[in-house]
């Protein structure tokens, strides 16, 4: 929600994600492939990822700043948080343990 609200969600780009990703999900999940091809589908798909991750990483261009992006916290704000999360992360290791 915090993205639509800034004007970083385009609905344009959403709505087929949105509307196609139920059924196809669905679908996905009622055809079973034997291991064999599974493990090549994905690792084709992992191949092509870090391809496009070194091309992207080798980019000499850098991309267009965000609009209405807020600036990242000063070093103060950080150090003032660190408590918080640090606190969260026992409280949450205690109650999986």
């Given at each position: 929600?915090?993205?639509?609200?800034?004007?970083?969600?385009s609905?344009?780009?959403f709505y087929?994600f949105g509307v196609l990703?139920?059924?196809f999900?669905?679908?996905?999940?009622?055809?079973?492939?034997?291991p064999?091809?599974?493990?090549?589908?994905v690792?084709?798909?992992?191949?092509?990822?870090?391809?496009?991750?070194?091309?992207?990483?080798?980019r000499t261009?850098?991309?267009?700043?965000?609009?209405?992006?807020?600036?990242?916290?000063?070093?103060h704000?950080?150090?003032?948080?660190?408590?918080?999360?640090?606190?969260?992360?026992?409280?949450d290791?205690m109650?999986?343990?």
């Amino acid at each position: 929600c915090q993205f639509w609200r800034v004007g970083l969600l385009s609905w344009r780009t959403f709505y087929p994600f949105g509307v196609l990703g139920v059924p196809f999900s669905l679908l996905g999940g009622a055809i079973h492939v034997p291991p064999h091809a599974y493990y090549a589908i994905v690792g084709v798909i992992l191949l092509l990822s870090g391809l496009q991750m070194a091309r992207s990483a080798t980019r000499t261009t850098a991309p267009a700043p965000c609009p209405n992006r807020a600036a990242a916290p000063s070093p103060h704000a950080r150090a003032a948080s660190a408590p918080a999360w640090l606190n969260a992360m026992i409280l949450d290791s205690m109650a999986t343990s």
